[in-house]
Structures are given as C-alpha cells and as structure tokens.
Nanobody
Framework: QVQLEESGGGLVQAGGSLRLICAAS????????MRWYRQAPGKQRELVAV???????AYGDFVKGRFTISRDNAKNTVTLQMNSLKAEDTAVYFC????????????WGQGTQVTVSS
C-alpha cells in the first residue's frame, strides 16, 4: 500500500484553472497506475483521468480536452491540470493508486474539494 495526499483544490470561477497534485509515499510509485476520480453530491464516483506506469493517458468523456494528467516519477507525484472549468466540475476529487501485478492493491487519498462558481 501507499499513502496518497491530494492538494490544490479550492474555489475558482467558471472558465478558470486549477492544478491538483497527488503525492505518494514509498518507492514503487513508478510501477503504479494513477487515476483521478471525482464525486459530486448525490452522484456516483466517476473516473476523470488515468495514467499508466508507461505514461499512457485516458480521460473521461466529459473532459473534452480541458484536463491533462501527468506524472513525475522522481517526485512521486501525479498532477491534474484542469482548464476551462465549468460549474458541473464541482466535486471532491480523489487520487487513486493501483498496483496491477505482484502484490496487488488499490489506495485512495482523502480527496480535495473543487468548487467552480458560475
């Protein structure tokens, strides 16, 4: 297991930008699949973006080119750059780390609130 800590959430006006950072503990970060999820009040948690250990990326359909996920294996961090934010992006954003081989596990951060005012 790894410990995850998100930061960078806050209040922003529609059309603005935020950068979320997830920092992971340990020395196996480079082997992990990293994901950002979000959960709005009364809604199910949904996948925002994923980046594999090899750097492949994928996004939820609603992202439509507005968000970028990246990782820095030297710093044990994954970043979600969010641009052109909309009110409907308001949610708690969670970082997830998954090891998909060997001793498999999935770890979650505590979440960070993103509020977009219209």
């Amino acid at each position: 297991q790894v410990q995850l800590e998100e930061s960078g959430g806050g209040l922003v006006q529609a059309g603005g930008s935020l950068r979320l950072i997830c920092a992971a503990s340990g020395n196996i970060f480079s082997t992990l699949v990293m994901r950002w999820y979000r959960q709005a009040p009364g809604k199910q948690r949904e996948l925002v973006a994923v980046i594999t250990s090899g750097g492949s990326r994928a996004y939820g359909d609603f992202v439509k080119g507005r968000f970028t996920i990246s990782r820095d294996n030297a710093k044990n961090t994954v970043t979600l750059q969010m641009n052109s934010l909309k009110a409907e992006d308001t949610a708690v954003y969670f970082c997830n780390a998954e090891r998909t081989f060997g001793i498999r596990f999935s770890s979650w951060g505590q979440g960070t609130q993103v509020t977009v005012s219209s």
